[in-house]
């Protein structure tokens, strides 16, 4: 498969969107070469300048795309902040100033929840926020279901367009990084419908692992109706985060 496009954008602004969330828009000569219809895809911010680990390929963060006008010729990325504890892209969104550039590859596949699907249940904690909220925004007027959003605070809670059949449940969690539990407890509460699931979650990486067994196991949601992702893990950083995915990824094929 061939590797993703890169691109040198530009930053046209910020915004802050909520206390613990960052929006950095992005423009530039090359902003055109984003193709449309990746809204809730990934990308991979790419630091050249920071220090590798390796020395064959350069530092990246994977962030998701919030959205994309191609005919304003803008882009925006969301950054979930984490306190006093800021990682590599989450300073350089804090820092960020128009003018500034920034290497981008990509955009990734986009997942997305089954809009044929009897009932969904979207969740997801901070990160996950900017992908999830592409999902609501597609979802059909008709569709019944959950939705589940941890935030750092009340503050953080963001405006939704939900259809009437989906009920929305937020979680506050002042420090996600202790694993209080409180997302998984949330989703594990709520009454299961009745009929074909889709199910989408995106979270910390042990949480993600309880989840899945919860959805598999417990609740008998085949893989094909599952998206499934952890987007960071706990006292890891995102390299070693990348590590015990692909651990875990290749010990979940091999038990299937």
Not at 39 to 45: H, N, Q, R, S, T
Not at 54 to 73: C, F, L, N, Q, W
Not at 206 to 233: A, C, F, H, K, P
């Amino acid at each position: 498969m061939a590797r993703p496009q890169s691109r040198i954008l530009d930053v046209l602004g910020t915004e802050q969107v909520t206390p613990n969330m960052m929006r950095v828009r992005f423009g530039g000569s090359e902003i055109h070469t984003i193709p449309e219809g990746f809204e809730g895809g990934y990308i991979k911010l790419i630091f050249l300048e920071a220090p590798r680990a390796h020395p064959d390929r350069p530092v990246m963060r994977t962030y998701s795309i919030r959205s994309y006008d191609a005919e304003k010729g803008e882009m925006a990325v969301d950054f979930a902040l984490h306190g006093e504890t800021g990682g590599l892209a989450t300073d350089w969104a804090l820092n960020a100033k128009v003018g500034d550039r920034m290497l981008i590859g990509g955009p990734g596949s986009v997942k997305m929840v089954d809009p044929e699907a009897d009932w969904v249940f979207l969740a997801g904690d901070m990160t996950a926020i900017p992908a999830l909220m592409c999902n609501i925004e597609r979802l059909p007027a008709t569709i019944k279901g959950y939705v589940v959003i941890e935030v750092t605070s009340e503050a953080d809670k963001q405006e939704l367009n939900l259809p009437e059949g989906i009920e929305v449940h937020w979680v506050v969690t002042p420090s996600p990084e202790k694993l209080e539990g409180n997302l998984v407890s949330k989703i594990k509460s709520l009454p299961w419908l009745e009929g074909c699931v889709s199910v989408w979650t995106a979270c910390e990486f042990d949480s993600m692992r309880t989840l899945r067994s919860y959805y598999r196991n417990e609740r008998g949601v085949g893989r094909d109706q599952i998206y499934l992702s952890s987007y960071w893990r706990a006292g890891r950083t995102e390299d070693q985060h990348k590590t015990d995915k692909q651990k875990d990824n290749a010990a979940n094929q091999a038990a299937a």
